[in-house]
Every structure is written in C-alpha cells, then in structure tokens.
C-alpha cells in the first residue's frame, strides 16, 4: 500500500536522522544516545510550530518496579499556567513499521506521572545540586501553585496500534491533566505539512447556538471562501486554553513570543468595560483548511467544526483574554469578538497564509520584516550550500532551510545503500546545519548567549527581528557564506569539547554558548574566520583556549541565579549573567593572539593591517580596542555622545571623541582611530553597555 510504503520510508529517514544527532553527541550505536537523539528531533519540531515553547530535553529516571519514574525533558510556556512533560519510547531501528500498543503507553505515562508526583513533592532535596536534573526538579516544585494543568507527552518512533484522540483524567497530583502520544504516523503527517503548524480539529456543535453562526461573503468566484462571524470570548478562552501557542500561525506566534503575548490596554477592557470590548477591538482573522457547515439549534445556518484553524491576526487578543479569565477571573458571558474566517486548501497553505496573514496585520505594528520578507536569506543561504564546495574540494555544508530536508535529500538520493554513501560522503551529516544553528551561530558571535540560552525558536525570532529586508533573489556572497559556515565551525567545536569534558556536568548547552560568546567578545571577534573556513576547524591554540575557559565557564555561570535567588538556567537567559560573565578577568594566551586578525584594516572580519599606526606599535589591546571602537555605527556613537551629554555621563571632550568616532564610521572606517581615540572610545562603550544604552534586547 503506498500510504504503508511512505510511513516505512519515513521510518527510515528518521532513523537516518536519530544516527546522525547520536553521532554528534555521542555514540550512535547506544540505545541511550538514540533515544535521547529522538527526544532531541521531536521536541525541536513541536517547538517550531508552537506545540511546545522552549523545551528543555533533560532525561533522568529512577526507582524500581512499580515505583520507577522516568521523564525526558519538559516545557514550561510563558504567560500560561500549564507544564508540559515528555517521556520518550524508543522501539530501536527496523526494516519494518514497529507499533506501541496501549499497555506500553500506559507504563510510560505512569512513570512520567510518578515523576511529576516526586518533583512536587520536593524530591529535588535529594538530588546533586551541580547535575541537570536537579534544575529541572526544583524548577518544577516551585511551580507548583502556578500551574493549574501538565500535558504528558510520549514520543515514540514506533506507530501506535489504535489511535485514539487526546484522553483527560479529572486530575494528577492535584492538576488537569492531558495525554498526548506522538507517533511515527503523527510526526510524518507534521513534517510533512511544511512545519508551520499542526493540523487543529475544532468542534462548534457543543456551543450553546449548535455552532457557530456565520454569513458566508460572495466573491463571485469559488475561490476562496470567506465567512463573517462572532466568536464568543469564552470560545477563544477555550480554544486557547486547550491548544495555546498551536493556535496561532507562526508569524504570529513568532511576533508574540518576540514582543510580549498579552495587551494591558485589552486587558483592562476585559476587565472595567467589557460590553464595550467588541467596540474597541479590531476583531480576529482566522484561516482553515475546511469548514463544515450546516443549520444551528435555531434554523439558521452557521459552522459546526473546522479544520487545521490557526489565528492570523488577533493572537495577542486570543491570548489577552486567557489570561484575563485565567489570571483575573473575567467574567467573559458578554464578551464577543468579531471575527473573519477564510478556507485556503491544503495544497496553498503554506503560500497563501502568510500574505493573509501579512495584510490583515497591517494596522499592527507587526512589519514586513516580521512576517515574510526575509525568507530570501534562507532561500539564499540554501541555494549557496548546494554549490559551494569545501577547500578539499570533497565535502559540502548543507543547509537544511525546512526542517527534515536533510533526510529526506538522502532517501530521495540514496536510492542505493552506495548512493547513500555518497550523498553522505558529499553531505556529511556532521557539516548539516539548520536555520535555528544559523541563529545560535550568530547570536552568540555577537555577544547574544543569553538570547541563545532562551531556546531554539525564541533565539531565532530575534535573529530574524534583527535581519534587514532583503529582495527576491538575494544570496550570500561566497566570503559571506563561509564566515557563517566558519561560525558554526567554531561553535561545534565548543560544544564537542564542552561534551567531552567530564568536569561539566550540567548546563552544557549554556557552556557552549556562553564560551564561544566569551571567544568572540574578548577577541572583539578578531578571529580569522577565513582561516578557519579553510582549514574547516580550529587552529591548537583556539582550542586550547576553549579547554581551559569552558570549564571556568561552568564554575561561574549560576553565580547570579543564586545570588538573586532565580532558578539556575532561568538566570542564564538574562543580560545580568551575561555582563557577570563578561565581566571577569579573561586573558587571551599570546599564541592566541599572535594569530588574531588585524584591528587597522578595512573593516570586516579577516582584514589585513597593519601592526602600526603613525609609527606607534600597537599592543593586543590596542587592537581590541580599536575593533571594538569600529564594531559601533554612526548611530550608535551619536547615541552614545547624546546619553553622555543627557546624563552627566561623559565630559564634553569625551562626547568630542565620540563625534569623531562616528564621523570615521559614517565614512566606513576609512580611517581607524588612533590609539588614544580607540582607548578613550573602548571605555565610553564599556560605559553605556553598563547604562543598557547599547543592550539590544532589554
């Protein structure tokens, strides 16, 4: 049957996947390591189209026979009061579809609530303090009188006997609870729908009306077909009670999750004056596969379910009004929003929703380049990694801009267990990067680890919040491209020594971005990019450098959480505790600097230059602070000289220097700063980076 023959193949790509994330961290032959190499693909998914928000994958079990418990990671999602928990089934590679029958998740979610029953009990007291785990407990019991509902999730790469819809129990250790298994059927179906979001089945008939009453508007034309309506707010309460950020399409979730999800302005409405809400709001948009209708309890026509529904604009009201029954106990009986609902087949999704989407948010202040417009970098960045060979002239870098495409390149190449060899011995998986990498790659060269540190989707929608428009057709010119692919070198080489090293025993993710952040900060990213690209890795006095910092790393990264008393790994997505951070005595070894690239070349990163300037020699830091000095636009050093003249901050000679320094960076650094000029500059940057003048996300 082809359905069969397309699960077996799927099958087997994300086996090929599992290898290739075990590799990475480990041993790909170990049953532990692919497990937790599956746990690490699904989560990843289900953050991107909103199922999970920054999902921690941290594995940890104990316990004998009917007391064992088991998790694999979890999700706590901001401005909701649910915890989600996943425990991971792994049948173990086959030439066949293996299934998990109903006994087998009934043990895996029993375990996972034994787990949830021991976290709120306190059982982190008896755990090491320094290991994962213990985090991840503590965190847990202290959210324990916020949450009111945990969704357990099994993930599983075998396919479930009989599928059955998501099941309720009336509660677990005093909480809502729901179940949800996601199978290799489901995961398929997912990646299969582009990735964005996943398909949301929504009944009407339960509401008091027999659904939803709506008009449908004449196009005179078929295609598309839209109806105007009221939704009740409770219905929107519901809806997003049950289904959260799933609700939202992405562009939507990615703005929210960048600005801030709930609106004080509708929330006192809600509150004060809330027969004047549909008044004041501008209503929603929402969009569906398919809607079926048919006549409601009174006669006349109306919705009774639609299909893969997802709000395009009206996601911050959605949410805004959540919150104000969840928080405030709003009374929402006479509360609706206008609202209007346009079907789009299946087959156009992925095209037409972004462009409704784009246009029905055009009274926010949600930009272009919040929504579509920079797709041209990934398209770009795409087209580049398929031509652009390495120096051996042997190996390319893929870049996988939808996520899965690398598998799915080599099952659709690899025909053959020879072809597959080859299409790895072109790719191999280690030189495989994605959209989300790209991120972290650059977030965390600029100094950005606390971003990193926020999760996958977060950090890449402040990645590209801080892209430029770009237009159709854009691409990176081949020094660019490899710069990023030198980036993402440096940065897994961080993260293998980061997992080899015995002594870190937590927080590995954080060590990697915050140590290859330090690298990049202290050097004032004079490292030779293009050095590494060529040799494609790292040369022994980097390294070096990266044995001995990382584990300093480790040692101080939970000083300001447990200075503030802030749970570990939440301290680590602030600014706070990446200034402590910097803020410490960090030497750069001479051999490492012997190889840094020069400060007094044209700007950019790999520039030759001089070791002089007007016949005085320069020292190390000179050269740091002459980059430094150069890293800053025109803006910046006005804005600089501006909050310096503001505040009392800078004297007038001070803001003189400053307004030279951004004289030299409007005519593009031309001409570098003397000695002097950089010294006096590097201190004024130093100074409003204290001030948050410079802190781009606080």
Same mark, same amino acid.
């Given at each position: 049957?082809?359905?069969?023959?397309?699960?077996?193949?799927?099958?087997?790509?994300?086996?090929?996947? &599992?290898?290739?994330?075990?590799?990475?961290?480990?041993?790909?032959?170990?049953?532990?390591?692919?497990?937790?190499?599956?746990?690490?693909?699904?989560?990843?998914?289900?953050?991107?189209?909103?199922?999970?928000?920054?999902?921690?994958?941290?594995?940890?079990?104990?316990?004998?026979?009917?007391?064992?418990?088991?998790?694999?990671?979890?999700?706590?999602?901001?401005?909701?009061?649910?915890?989600?928990?996943?425990?991971?089934?792994?049948?173990?590679?086959?030439?066949?579809?293996?299934?998990?029958?109903?006994?087998?998740?009934?043990?895996?979610?029993?375990?996972?609530?034994?787990?949830?029953?021991?976290?709120?009990?306190?059982?982190?007291?008896?755990?090491?303090?320094?290991?994962?785990?213990?985090?991840?407990?503590?965190? &847990?019991?202290?959210?324990?009188?916020?949450?009111?509902?945990?969704?357990?999730?099994?993930?599983?790469?075998?396919?479930?006997?009989?599928?059955?819809?998501?099941?309720?129990?009336?509660?677990?250790?005093?909480?809502?609870?729901?179940?949800?298994?996601?199978?290799?059927?489901?995961?398929?179906?997912?990646?299969?729908?582009? #990735?964005?979001?996943?398909?949301?089945?929504?009944?009407?008939?339960?509401?008091?009306?027999?659904?939803?009453?709506?008009?449908?508007?004449?196009?005179?034309?078929?295609?598309?077909?839209?109806?105007?309506?009221?939704?009740?707010?409770?219905?929107?309460?519901?809806?997003?009670?049950?289904?959260?950020?799933?609700?939202?399409?992405?562009?939507?979730?990615?703005?929210?999750?960048?600005?801030?999800?709930?609106?004080?302005?509708?929330?006192?409405?809600?509150?004060?004056?809330?027969?004047?809400? #549909?008044?004041?709001?501008?209503? &929603?948009?929402?969009?569906?596969?398919?809607?079926?209708?048919?006549?409601?309890?009174?006669?006349?026509?109306?919705?009774?379910?639609?299909?893969?529904?997802?709000?395009?604009?009206?996601?911050?009201?959605?949410?805004? &009004?959540?919150?104000?029954?969840?928080?405030?106990?709003?009374?929402?009986?006479?509360?609706?929003?206008?609202?209007?609902?346009?079907?789009?087949?299946? =087959?156009?999704?992925?095209?037409?929703?972004?462009?409704?989407?784009?246009?029905?948010?055009?009274?926010?202040?949600?930009?272009?380049?919040?929504?579509?417009?920079?797709?041209?970098?990934?398209?770009? #960045?795409?087209?580049?990694?398929?031509?652009?060979?390495?120096?051996?002239?042997?190996?390319?870098?893929?870049?996988?801009?939808?996520?899965?495409?690398?598998?799915?390149?080599? #099952?659709?190449?690899?025909?053959?267990?020879?072809?597959?060899?080859?299409?790895?011995?072109?790719?191999?998986?280690?030189?495989?990067?994605?959209?989300?990498?790209?991120?972290?790659?650059?977030?965390?060269?600029?100094?950005?680890?606390?971003?990193?540190?926020?999760?996958?989707?977060?950090?890449?929608?402040?990645?590209?919040?801080?892209?430029?428009?770009?237009?159709?057709?854009?691409?990176?010119?081949?020094?660019?491209?490899?710069?990023?692919?030198?980036?993402?070198?440096?940065?897994?080489?961080?993260?293998?020594?980061?997992?080899?090293?015995?002594?870190?025993?937590?927080?590995?993710?954080?060590?990697?971005?915050?140590?290859?952040?330090?690298?990049?900060?202290?050097?004032?990213?004079?490292?030779?990019?293009?050095?590494?690209?060529?040799?494609?890795?790292? =040369?022994?006095?980097?390294?070096?450098?990266?044995?001995?910092?990382?584990?300093?790393?480790?040692?101080?990264?939970?000083?300001?959480?447990?200075?503030?008393?802030?749970?570990?790994?939440?301290?680590?997505?602030?600014?706070?505790?990446?200034?402590?951070?910097?803020?410490?005595?960090?030497?750069?070894?001479?051999?490492?600097?012997?190889?840094?690239?020069?400060?007094?070349?044209?700007?950019?990163?790999?520039?030759?230059?001089?070791?002089?300037?007007?016949?005085?020699?320069?020292?190390?830091?000179?050269?740091?602070?002459?980059?430094?000095?150069?890293?800053? =636009?025109?803006?910046?050093?006005?804005?600089?000289?501006?909050?310096?003249?503001?505040?009392?901050?800078?004297?007038?000679?001070?803001?003189?220097?400053?307004?030279?320094?951004?004289?030299?960076?409007?005519?593009?650094?031309?001409?570098?700063? =003397?000695?002097?000029?950089?010294?006096?500059?590097?201190?004024?940057?130093?100074?409003?980076?204290?001030?948050?003048?410079?802190?781009?996300?606080?």
């Amino acid at each position: 049957m082809p359905e069969e023959t397309d699960l077996l193949n799927f099958s087997r790509e994300l086996e090929s996947d &599992i290898t290739d994330h075990a590799k990475s961290d480990g041993d790909p032959s170990s049953a532990s390591f692919r497990e937790s190499a599956l746990t690490e693909i699904i989560s990843e998914d289900l953050a991107v189209c909103g199922v999970l928000e920054s999902p921690v994958v941290c594995h940890f079990e104990g316990g004998h026979g009917a007391g064992s418990f088991k998790v694999d990671g979890y999700s706590v999602p901001e401005e909701d009061s649910r915890l989600d928990l996943f425990i991971t089934h792994y049948a173990g590679p086959s030439d066949e579809i293996q299934t998990i029958n109903a006994s087998h998740i009934e043990a895996a979610f029993n375990k996972l609530e034994r787990y949830l029953g021991r976290a709120i009990a306190g059982h982190h007291r008896n755990l090491e303090p320094g290991l994962e785990p213990y985090g991840m407990t503590e965190q &847990i019991h202290d959210l324990r009188t916020k949450i009111d509902r945990v969704n357990f999730l099994l993930f599983t790469n075998a396919r479930l006997v009989q599928r059955r819809e998501k099941e309720r129990k009336q509660e677990v250790n005093g909480l809502a609870a729901t179940y949800d298994v996601w199978d290799l059927e489901r995961f398929r179906r997912l990646r299969e729908s582009g #990735m964005s979001y996943e398909t949301l089945h929504v009944d009407l008939k339960s509401l008091k009306t027999g659904g939803l009453p709506a008009v449908k508007v004449q196009h005179g034309s078929s295609k598309p077909q839209t109806w105007v309506t009221i939704f009740p707010g409770s219905l929107l309460a519901d809806l997003y009670d049950e289904h959260g950020a799933r609700l939202l399409e992405l562009n939507v979730r990615s703005y929210l999750q960048a600005r801030g999800k709930v609106n004080k302005g509708i929330l006192q409405t809600l509150r004060d004056k809330p027969e004047y809400f #549909m008044a004041y709001n501008n209503g &929603i948009t929402v969009v569906a596969e398919d809607v079926v209708t048919g006549a409601l309890h009174d006669g006349t026509a109306g919705i009774l379910s639609m299909k893969g529904m997802q709000i395009v604009n009206g996601g911050q009201t959605t949410a805004s &009004i959540h919150r104000a029954v969840k928080d405030f106990g709003v009374d929402l009986s006479g509360v609706s929003v206008q609202g209007k609902i346009t079907v789009v087949e299946p =087959s156009q999704f992925q095209e037409l929703v972004p462009f409704i989407s784009r246009y029905s948010n055009t009274q926010n202040k949600i930009t272009e380049s919040d929504l579509t417009a920079n797709q041209p970098f990934h398209i770009g #960045m795409e087209r580049v990694s398929r031509r652009e060979w390495t120096p051996n002239q042997q190996t390319r870098w893929f870049y996988e801009r939808a996520r899965g495409s690398y598998p799915t390149a080599k #099952m659709r190449e690899g025909t053959t267990e020879l072809k597959k060899r080859e299409f790895e011995k072109r790719y191999p998986p280690e030189q495989r990067f994605t959209k989300e990498d790209l991120a972290k790659f650059e977030n965390v060269w600029m100094g950005l680890p606390h971003i990193a540190s926020r999760g996958a989707q977060k950090n890449f929608v402040y990645f590209m919040h801080e892209l430029r428009a770009l237009p159709d057709g854009w691409e990176p010119t081949v020094e660019e491209y490899r710069r990023y692919v030198a980036k993402g070198i440096l940065y897994k080489e961080v993260q293998r020594i980061v997992r080899r090293n015995e002594a870190i025993t937590a927080y590995r993710i954080n060590v990697t971005a915050y140590t290859a952040a330090l690298l990049a900060d202290k050097t004032v990213r004079r490292i030779d990019l293009d050095r590494i690209w060529r040799e494609q890795g790292l =040369s022994l006095s980097l390294t070096q450098t990266i044995e001995s910092w990382a584990p300093a790393v480790f040692k101080h990264l939970p000083f300001i959480g447990q200075r503030d008393g802030r749970h570990i790994e939440e301290s680590f997505k602030s600014q706070a505790c990446w200034d402590y951070i910097r803020s410490l005595d960090w030497n750069i070894p001479p051999a490492l600097d012997r190889e840094l690239i020069s400060s007094t070349g044209s700007n950019g990163d790999g520039a030759e230059g001089s070791d002089s300037i007007g016949g005085e020699r320069l020292t190390p830091r000179d050269h740091n602070n002459i980059a430094l000095c150069k890293e800053l =636009s025109d803006v910046q050093w006005l804005k600089i000289s501006a909050w310096g003249q503001k505040s009392g901050e800078l004297k007038e000679w001070q803001r003189g220097v400053a307004y030279t320094l951004a004289s030299y960076a409007a005519e593009g650094w031309i001409r570098s700063p =003397s000695v002097k000029q950089a010294k006096h500059g590097s201190a004024m940057i130093e100074k409003a980076r204290s001030a948050g003048i410079l802190n781009r996300d606080e």
